[in-house]
């Protein structure tokens, strides 16, 4: 960590190494796993090697040189470290008045000349968000809130993936539903949902069912082109068994076949009302679900059919717009949202696929056409700039029917994406899964002669996260979202709550803050390369790391306060002398938690150097922890004297400003009372 009395005696130490020793190097400190060995520890092997002399005789010269100022109490040179222990009662007061003097504790402006753009969420808005996409809104969230604690200028933004073959059908289902004036029975994203996954599983038996015909497999019983009934499956499935067909194909019809008959089924079973009423309104009214599909994707992409713009934008509106009332919910919320057909209309993924084909860094199979990503990396210099020592996949970014895939109107949005906020840099916050995606942009970028554009374009990704005892799969309606969850953790809270004695209203704004801490809080504490299973009850519980712990920790540090207010001590006054107050640390409890109190500037920094968000909430639960431990032994309003009271008071002041700040770059609510 960097923090002002260790960096003060860092300093010291390079000073005296360089009058010493002509010697100009860097100085690393570590904390001792033990306080018998003090609280600062400098190694001094590296040094020692570098001079050709021993850790001991460096060590000496040092202890020798470096002063006792009145912030170190004792100097000890034991197996190669030099300790230093700090002077308790002015390490006291230099941490609490530099507590005390800033407003938000631990905010710096060391990022104010960076105007950062944070990309997240940008799902699909072919249904609502699950929480696999709200792990991207809590990191980009977090991310962005502690560039801005440093200065930075932040703008998130959201892009909306408007174009694509799995938004077509949604239309189509949505559009006949509309004129058949069939209103929505959920929350409208939800029922977005609910239409994608009907029309996508009548779209693919369609397929199915042209792939068996394109093999003359034909059956007695086969029913409507959409429909997929038991002795179909039977039929089929025993025409395979004794088919000539290779086997694998075989396999793959087989699989396909089977998980259509499942999704199918469990649709019928769970959404019977709008499964019939668009089955028989597709079946009445479109006669090829799959020509329909392609001819308005296509019109889509082009951008002049008014209908069909008209009938996608809506449909995408609505759905972002559940987005956007559910990532509220967590306190997250976006400056402006992109829209990839925007970027396809504007002419210039044509441009940028005739710029790539003149350079060669176009690959034709035959059928789709994919960016020569290892060659594009290998001659122009990226594979050595980033270090990479694998060969990179190429990516298709045309498919066979010429139609352009996401990568390349991607390309064409970050040519201008920094642009529309002037930014400095760009985090794409986006899943693991697409690392290929978010690589083959960048090289595109290179590959385009836009290098400076690339190497301020970076990927935040993140592993998979599921529900405990939960399977997700939005093309068949199975996921959870984060609204179910927040329900689910809510009800949690509920029953924690009707043991306390709260007003109606009050245990309904609790319950409110606490279930979205608790959801947030559990994303962010793990560690963004790991995959996560969402547990509630442990999400809820106040035994352990989690975002109620935290707000209990707040409200019982606030109420210490309260009550030195009604017992008609005048905090105000002993803040306003804190300058002059003689500051006295007795237990080991106090300690732990003042150097924690000290550490936290530095922590909120080294957060955002190395990209770990979650530093922040893991941070967080250590203060949390070392403050009950305080209040559990410590007595804070019938302290021993008036000094110890007085530094236990403002320690706690302190304790709750460290939250303060932690709870805001977290975008978690405080709770008063809980």
């Known amino acids: 960590m960097s923090s002002r009395i260790y960096d003060t005696i860092k300093d010291k130490i390079k000073e005296i190494l360089k009058e010493q020793y002509n010697l100009d190097t860097e100085v690393v400190w570590t904390k001792p796993p033990s306080p018998k060995m003090g609280d600062i520890s400098f190694p001094l ?9 021993t850790p001991n ?64 969420t940008s799902s699909n808005p072919v249904g609502p968000l699950h929480i696999g996409n709200v792990r991207g809104s809590v990191l980009g969230d977090v991310l962005g809130r502690l560039y801005k604690f440093q200065g930075a200028a932040i703008n998130f933004r959201y892009y909306i993936n ?60 086969e029913s409507k082109l959409y ?12 025409y395979l068994e004794n088919s000539k067909i290779e086997q694998k194909e075989k396999e793959i019809l087989t699989k396909w076949l089977e998980k259509l008959d499942r999704v199918s089924t469990s649709l019928q079973k769970r959404l019977p009302r709008l499964y019939s009423i668009l089955l028989n309104l597709v079946g009445e009214k479109i006669e090829d679900l799959n020509k329909l599909t392609k001819e308005y994707v296509i019109k889509y992409q082009e951008g002049k059919d008014e209908e069909i713009v008209n009938n996608f934008r809506e449909v995408s509106k609505e759905a972002i717009s559940g987005h956007v009332t559910t990532l509220n919910l967590f306190n997250i919320f976006h400056d402006d949202f992109d829209w990839e057909s925007d970027v396809a209309w504007s002419g210039e993924v044509t441009h940028i696929l005739n710029n790539l084909e003149q350079k060669s860094f176009l690959r034709h199979d035959g059928q789709a056409r994919l ?28 498919n066979s029917e010429g139609i352009t895939l996401y990568p390349c109107r991607d390309i064409a949005y970050h040519l201008h994406k920094l642009d529309k906020f002037d930014a400095t840099f760009c985090y794409n916050v986006i899943s693991k899964q697409q690392q290929l995606a978010q690589l083959t942009v960048r090289l595109a970028l290179y590959a385009l002669g836009n290098q400076e554009i690339a190497d301020r374009i970076s990927h935040f990704d993140y592993e998979y996260v599921s529900l405990v005892g939960r399977k997700m799969a939005g093309r068949e309606f199975e996921y959870v979202t984060p609204d179910e969850l927040y329900e689910a953790v809510k009800t949690e809270v509920d029953l924690l709550l009707k043991e306390r004695n709260y007003s109606e209203e009050e245990s309904q704004d609790i319950s409110k803050k606490v279930s979205a801490s608790s959801i947030k809080y559990y994303i962010l504490k793990m560690d963004p390369q790991k995959s996560v299973a969402f547990d509630v009850k442990k999400a809820v519980s106040l035994n352990e790391n989690t975002g109620p712990f935290l707000q209990y920790s707040y409200a019982r540090a606030l109420n210490i306060l309260k009550k030195a207010k009604e017992e008609k001590i005048d905090f105000q006054t002993i803040l306003d002398s804190a300058q002059n107050l003689r500051y006295e640390i007795k237990k080991k409890e106090e300690w732990d938690l003042l150097l924690l109190i000290e550490e936290l500037p530095s922590i909120i920094v080294r957060a955002v150097d190395s990209l770990r968000p ?36 403002i320690l706690v002041y302190s304790t709750i400003k460290c939250l303060d700040s932690l709870f805001e770059i977290m975008g978690i609510d405080t709770l008063e009372r809980m």
């Open 371 to 398: 960016l020569a990503n290892d060659k594009i990396a290998t001659n122009l210099g990226f594979k050595k700039k980033y270090d990479i020592k694998y060969e990179i996949p190429d990516l298709i970014i045309v």
């Open 162 to 221: 408007d174009l694509g073959r799995q938004i077509a059908h949604l239309i189509i289902g949505y559009s006949l539903l509309k004129e058949e004036k069939v209103k929505p029975d959920t929350k409208i994203d939800l029922w977005i949902g609910k239409i994608y996954a009907i029309m996508n599983t009548f779209l693919e038996i369609q397929q199915l069912k042209y792939q068996f015909q394109i093999l003359n497999i034909k059956i007695k019983t």
């Open 614 to 649: 979650d530093s922040i909430a893991n941070f967080s639960y250590s203060l949390a922890s070392a403050f009950h431990k305080f209040y559990d032994a410590c007595s804070v309003l019938k302290a021993e004297t008036e000094e110890l009271k007085a530094t236990r008071m």
């Open 57 to 120: 005789e460096i060590g000496q010269k040092l202890t020798e040189k470096l002063s006792m100022p009145e912030y170190i109490n004792k100097l000890e040179l034991k197996d190669g470290f030099l300790n230093i222990f700090l002077e308790k009662n002015f390490f006291t007061k230099n941490t609490l008045l530099e507590t005390i003097k800033q407003p938000n504790y631990g905010q710096n402006t060391s990022k104010t000349s960076e105007r950062i753009i944070i990309e997240h």
């Open 45 to 53: 092997f590296n040094i020692a090697k570098i001079q050709k002399s």
């Open 227 to 238: 429909e997929l009934s038991t002795e179909d499956v039977k039929e089929y499935l025993s």
